[in-house]
């Protein structure tokens, strides 16, 4: 499939139930967009029939259409493709899901964001949903996966396929199970259209305790399934929150999404205090030991390499979740607007790139700190994931957020020079200290690097 109606297709990102989800570039322009394309599964055709899935596809870019949410995908265009129904949306590089690392096994564990990130992220939810449940809409498929995020790392609500409109019925077959296992609120599983507003709080409330923990909570929430023995960032009065908000019964959970947020907001204050106090008595944690470099590891690979299939784990050396085996002991010297690593004998932008920009504009952005002589030096590249991983430490908790950064801490996603595929290269997450690949045409910062020239290089190319 070239194109589906006036739109160039790039690329399958995904197919669900109902329809499936391609890359495709607006005329002229080029925009890079996404376009949902009816395409239900034969099992739900037949569950269901054609025709309430074509009502339920309407109903979502009626939805989407109507609403103007910053925390709310929004369409901007439909039409039809033969017989089959589309809409366009917005195209965002990354979800929830993926910045967690959720795979198809739900129940495997998942990296934890820092605190104040996972709070935001909940918050920002609870806004777009606060404006849903105003506009009388229940979602019931709140899910890491179906919360977009922008370059500017807001949350976009989006799947409203499985969204209920207040006095309509959308679940037409009692063998239609509704929302995601796990995330679905108990009286959602029982009865589908009976689910309110508070559903999707049930919902944010396993995605946020997830985000804390790295885990699927638990009922009851008891002894270890407490958030408080899963973080040290987490108290009492977080283990409070979480009972209220995966109470099985609605009635016990937050009456609404406006005040759920509060809420959170009020915890985080408190983190905050909590936080100041135990950096001014304790100072911060230090990392955990690393092993001593073996043969070759002293040194970190500085050729890029296209690096995919089963074994791109090990040949990356990372663990199941995408982080680094061992975060390797740094020696880190500021100099003026670069830092030296002393330990590995690479010298760093500070800062890096002003703005995200695409893979391509990464190269060019390099090349022209080298033709310029960027401190002083016209050797500047891309690093490769072996020198990202020189300069990244697990993600903090706590204390460890003590810690004065010694590198601009909004640039926390940089590219690497290492391809995954002909349209993907891999890159870094500094802040979960975990890596990911991309879409070239997505955008990331970039954090040149140089080797540093030693008296032992100099007296060999004297020799």
Known sequence: MKRIGKYEVLGLLGKGGMGAVYKVAMPVTGKIMALKLLAPSPFLTALVGRGVIERQFLAEAHTLGGLNHPH??????????????FFLMEYYCRDLGQVIGESAEVEAPTRR?????????AAQTLEGLARLHHAGIVHRDIKPFNLLLTDEDQVKITDFGLS????????????????????????????????????????????????????????????????????????????????????????????????MAAEIGVLLQEWKKRLENACRLEGADDPPPCPVPGPGMDRARTTPLKISGKNAREVLGLDGLWRPL??????????????????????WQTGGSRYRITWWEAHEYVADLSATGFAGARDWRLPTVAELARIMTPPPEFTGHCLNPVFDGEQRLLWSADRRAFTQAWFADVEQGAFA???????????AVRTMVTADDEGGKRG
């Open 326 to 347: 061992c975060y390797m002991p740094q020696s880190l010297v500021q100099r003026t607007g670069t830092v030296a690593d002393e330990a590995s004998g690479l010298e």
């Open 164 to 259: 209920r409109v207040r006095g309509e019925s959308l679940a037409a077959s009692p063998g239609l199970k509704v929302g995601s296992p796990y995330y679905a609120a108990p009286e959602q599983e029982d009865d589908p259209d009976s689910a309110g507003p508070r559903a999707d709080l049930y919902s944010v409330g396993v995605t946020l305790y997830r985000m804390l923990t790295g885990k699927l909570p638990e009922w009851p929430l008891t002894g270890d399934a407490l958030p408080s023995a899963q973080s040290r960032d987490l108290d009492g009065a977080w283990d409070d929150f979480f009972l209220r908000a995966l109470s099985p019964r609605p009635l016990e959970r937050h009456r609404d999404a406006q005040g």
């Open 437 to 447: 690949w991309a879409d070239m045409t997505c955008r990331r910062h970039v954090r």
């Open 113 to 121: 964001l820092p605190l104040p990130r996972a709070a935001a992220y």
């Open 72 to 85: 709310v995908a929004s369409v901007w265009d439909f039409g039809r493709a033969g017989r089959r129904p």
